[in-house]
């Protein structure tokens, strides 16, 4: 973000330069397609620069909310674009804690031993403004709190999400994709737990911790299915491992696609 900030901050400058001479009488051109040549060239060395350098230092704000005493939890994030990464760990006392590249406007409220909260994008949607084209959208990467039960929802548009729930106590998932990639590692000690995903075209990968039992359900036309069978296999209309009924940590996985790909190890 600090790169192509840079750029456009070059582009301001010239722009105003020419502006300031056409007015001032001291150079004779079309002012106007000046700036517009400025701009088109400016945006296109903007756009290589970030590709051919690769991702840029993180420019985030740091975030922590507190658990606040709360006993379980509800998260909302509405992600958008850009690079989600998500894990547990987060620090003593703390809710979430981590890094948002971009910004974000947070809710917080407590539902009696409840603490709900709700993250969104800051303003205009960055992947929309030009001083971000050829960036990386929104980086968001903070931890989550592995004490207490919880219920995450996800939404994500033009995303690359990598979450690692394995220490997370998430009882019920819920992520909402569209056109992105999802690498999730689900919960290995969250007792029954729920997982729905509804994706457009989106490739979603889940891995199913080795002594989790887990029950499979997907409608809609997916584009594939890669389910391992060996371990989960097919029962009815769906895929199931053996024992599931009475297995301590489980997890019902329901799957509602349009065009994607889906996998479950």
């Given at each position: 973000?600090r790169?192509?900030?840079?750029?456009?901050?070059?582009?301001?400058?010239?722009?105003g330069?020419?502006?300031l001479?056409?007015?001032?009488?001291?150079?004779s051109?079309d002012?106007w397609?000046a700036v517009?040549?400025v701009?088109?060239i400016v945006s296109?060395?903007?756009?290589?620069?970030?590709?051919?350098?690769g991702?840029?230092?993180v420019?985030?704000?740091?975030?922590?909310?507190?658990v606040?005493?709360?006993?379980?939890a509800?998260?909302?994030?509405?992600?958008?674009?850009g690079?989600?990464?998500?894990?547990?760990g987060?620090g003593?006392g703390?809710?979430?804690?981590?890094t948002?590249?971009?910004?974000l406007?947070?809710?917080?409220?407590?539902?009696?031993?409840?603490?709900?909260?709700?993250?969104?994008?800051?303003g205009?949607?960055?992947?929309?403004?030009p001083?971000n084209?050829g960036?990386?959208?929104?980086?968001?990467t903070?931890g989550?709190?592995?004490?207490?039960?919880?219920t995450l929802?996800?939404?994500?548009?033009?995303?690359?999400?990598?979450l690692d729930?394995?220490?997370?106590?998430v009882?019920?998932?819920?992520?909402q994709a569209g056109?992105s990639s999802?690498?999730?590692?689900?919960p290995?000690?969250?007792?029954?737990?729920?997982v729905?995903i509804?994706?457009?075209a989106?490739?979603?990968?889940?891995r199913?911790p080795q002594?989790v039992?887990?029950k499979?359900?997907c409608?809609?036309?997916l584009a594939?299915?890669?389910?391992d069978?060996?371990r989960?296999?097919?029962?009815?209309?769906?895929?199931?491992?053996?024992?599931?009924?009475?297995?301590e940590?489980?997890?019902?996985?329901?799957?509602?696609a349009?065009?994607?790909?889906?996998?479950?190890r």
């Open positions: 973000m790169r192509s900030g840079l750029l456009w901050g070059i582009i301001l400058l010239l722009v330069l020419l502006l001479l056409s007015n001032l009488g001291l150079v051109l002012a397609g517009w040549a701009v088109l296109g060395a903007a756009i290589l620069w970030q590709v051919s350098a991702p840029g230092p420019d985030g704000e740091e975030v922590s909310i507190p606040g005493g709360a006993i379980a509800r998260v909302h994030l509405k992600h958008g674009a690079r989600l990464r998500i894990r547990g987060a003593a703390m809710l979430i804690e981590g948002f590249d971009g910004g406007h947070c809710r917080t409220q407590r539902r009696g031993d409840e603490v709900e909260v709700e993250i969104s994008p800051r205009f949607p960055m992947v929309l403004a001083w084209w960036g990386e959208g929104y980086g968001w903070f989550l709190n592995t004490d207490i039960p919880m929802a996800i939404e994500t548009g033009a995303s690359e999400a990598r729930l394995s220490e997370v106590r009882t019920d998932l819920r992520l056109a999802a690498n999730v590692v689900l290995a000690s969250a007792g029954h737990a729920r729905r509804a994706a457009g989106a490739s979603v990968s889940l199913v002594e039992a887990a499979v359900r409608r809609g036309a594939s299915v890669d389910v069978e060996d989960f296999p097919r029962v009815g209309g769906g895929y199931q491992s053996p024992g599931y009924d009475v297995a940590n489980k997890i019902d996985i329901e799957v509602e349009g065009v994607g790909s889906f996998r479950v």
